[in-house]
């Protein structure tokens, strides 16, 4: 989706890009100062930020870098422990569970049992957190004033949760009327015996579901919001926290400050230590200012932000051990062929005609462009690294991602085609409109024209490419985006489902509703699968079963690059957040 300087499991671009799993590595030892000597407590955190968060509602963020707030304010089912081991990271724990839990015999249950001294920081005093809270964050995934962006996992998963949303849709926006609606009607598959223990039952066997209850959209919800429009400036207001910190003050597009929740029990809390006294996070800063903040010891950690091209050159010659780079898992850029114009006499809807498209592009040179070798590598699928089921794999030319504009002319010719002519869409931000005219060079270089025209990064996503009347009206004819999934490790579905399958209903990423049956029937066998290994086999058979079709070309796996200031100690990356942990940091004083 697009969402992001990474956004969660939606397009990359609309911020940039989620991406997830992945090493820590950096200019120097690549710990990013994980920081020897003791642990020290107090101080405030300062955070530089360009833009705003989506959401603060739990329920509804889908913007990756969200993650490092949720984090602090508000407790999953599940989560990950903050490490720069790559696969310590990405492995599941409990957070208000007190175990991952299992399947049954079937696949299609699973029971979770809540720890002891959780609480909310509610209004009239410290309160558990009981199953009941768990079923109505559940239910007001579909509530009809503003969906749950990844709320679609959950609703085709969880038995009886499509009719519910079905009748919350015929529910007027407004508070009173959905309060009555959740407090009146329940989710078929979602049971909570006692205070400790939920239930879910699933329509099939998802070998993700657990994953899925780590993403903010499974928290809990208490009573008390709803009595709010859902993320509401009123919503806000009277945030109730779960985690060490609650909200203290938010100037909306300029600042937000988070202080200790006093109802927090550090002892029922595994994942966060709380070290920092206050988080304050400052918006509207600019990439430069913010790097020579960091650089200064003015500010100590980047939200939506990350060093530039240059800046890493710079930082990576220095041997700057304060910086790290992480894969994600994502695929940061790829190019999108739109089937569903006439443009060229339907050209694009010929297989040879993408294929010769696919040995056409240049991908080191989109490399170079984005940073070189230390920050992007050539990627040939729609799987990235650090998704199980990702592996170098080329179906067209050797996997250097080296083109060959013979063999492309070759296949245009073959395909009867002369004289294509490609309108190209791109931002007009940052290494974006470079990334295109090389990919453009790249093309002409092969005999496509490529007429080039830009777009506003804040319309590229919202109201151009996922506006289907713009793909069947030819307006564009290929265009580069990106995506990174909503969790880590077991992420397949996370990119498959958006962005690769079609039911019949349109999808906002899937822009010329591909589908493969084939694929999707591989896609449910891993989804069914007994053991990861088996599942990642599956998800590389999937990965070869679309690339087959060429709905894509996949140029470039970007990782996540991070920076912090000197005095930032312990800076272990919160797999989510792809970014070090708010709430494990400390200071030096």
């Keep these: 989706m697009a969402r992001k300087q990474i956004l969660s499991g939606v397009a990359l671009g609309a911020a940039a890009m989620l991406v997830l799993s992945g090493c820590a590595s950096g200019g120097g030892s690549g710990d ?7 642990a020290q407590t107090g101080g405030t955190l300062k955070v530089l930020a360009q833009g705003d968060v989506d959401r603060l509602d739990p329920q509804l963020t889908a913007y990756v870098p969200v993650n490092s707030v949720v984090r602090s304010i508000s407790r999953s089912l599940l989560s990950y422990v903050s490490s720069n081991d790559v696969d310590e990271r990405i492995e599941l724990t409990g957070d208000l569970a007190t175990e991952v839990p299992t399947a049954s015999e079937d696949g299609l249950t699973y029971e979770i049992k809540l720890r002891d001294g959780v609480t909310w920081d509610a209004p009239d005093g410290a309160r558990p957190i009981v199953a009941g809270d768990v079923a109505r964050g559940i239910e007001r995934i579909c509530n009809p004033h503003i969906g749950a962006a990844l709320g679609g996992y959950f609703i085709n998963l969880i ?12 529910v007027a926006a407004e508070p009173a009327a959905m309060k009555d609606y959740i407090e009146s009607n329940d989710i078929s598959g979602i049971a909570t015996p006692d205070d400790q223990t939920v239930v879910f039952t699933l329509v ?4 993700d579901f657990t994953s899925m209850l780590s993403l903010p959209t499974a928290n809990p919800a208490p009573v008390e919001v709803l009595d709010y429009l859902p993320d509401s400036p009123e919503y806000r207001e009277n945030f ?5 910190y609650t909200v203290a003050s938010y100037t909306p597009d300029v600042k937000w400050e988070f ?9 029922s809390d595994p994942l966060r230590k709380a070290y920092v006294d206050t988080i304050e996070m400052t918006m509207g800063v600019e990439g ?9 010891g003015s500010a100590d950690m980047l939200f939506d932000l990350s060093p530039s091209p240059a800046n890493i050159q710079q930082l990576t010659a220095a041997n700057d051990e304060k910086f790290t780079t992480m894969e994600n898992g994502g695929i940061d850029q790829f190019m999108w062929f739109n089937t569903a114009s006439d443009n060229n006499g339907g050209a694009l809807q010929k297989l040879e005609v993408r294929q010769a498209i696919q040995y056409a592009i240049d991908k080191p040179a989109v490399v170079q462009v984005m940073g070189g070798e230390d920050i992007a590598s050539v990627t040939n699928g729609i799987f990235g690294p650090g998704i199980n089921g990702y592996e170098d794999f080329s179906l067209y ?7 060959d504009p013979e063999k492309a002319k070759e296949l245009l010719k073959k395909a009867g085609v002369e004289n294509l002519t490609l309108k190209f869409p791109y931002r007009n931000v940052g290494t974006q409109p470079d990334i295109a005219q090389t990919v453009q060079a790249s093309l002409e270089a092969a005999g496509i024209t490529v007429e080039l025209f830009p777009v506003p990064p804040t319309d590229y996503y919202a109201n151009f490419m996922t506006n289907r009347e713009n793909a069947s009206g030819g307006k564009w004819d290929v265009a580069l985006v990106g995506w990174s999934p909503d969790w880590v490790g077991g992420a397949a579905r996370s990119v498959f489902q958006p962005q690769f399958s079609f039911d019949g209903t349109p999808q906002a990423y899937n822009y010329v509703d591909f589908n493969s049956d084939k694929a999707n029937e591989l896609a449910d066998q891993a989804l069914a699968a007994a053991t990861p290994e088996e599942a990642g086999k599956l998800w590389h058979e999937v990965d070869k079963t679309v690339m ?3 709905p894509i070309v996949s140029i470039v796996s970007r990782k996540k690059a991070n920076y912090h200031s000197d005095r930032v100690q312990n800076f272990e990356i919160y797999a989510l957040a792809q970014n070090g942990d708010w709430a494990n940091v400390w200071l030096k004083q």
């Design 240 to 244: 109730v926290a779960s985690g060490p």
């Design 204 to 207: 099939e066997p998802a070998s």
């Design 548 to 550: 087959a079709e060429s």
């Design 288 to 296: 430069d200012a913010a790097m020579q903040q960091l650089q200064a």
């Design 397 to 403: 030319g050797d996997e250097s991602g080296k083109a």
């Design 159 to 170: 038995d009886g949760m499509a009719e519910y949303c079905e009748g919350f849709a015929g």
């Design 32 to 38: 990013g100062g994980a920081g020897g000597g003791e």
């Design 259 to 267: 202080v200790r929740n006093e109802s927090w029990n550090a002892d």
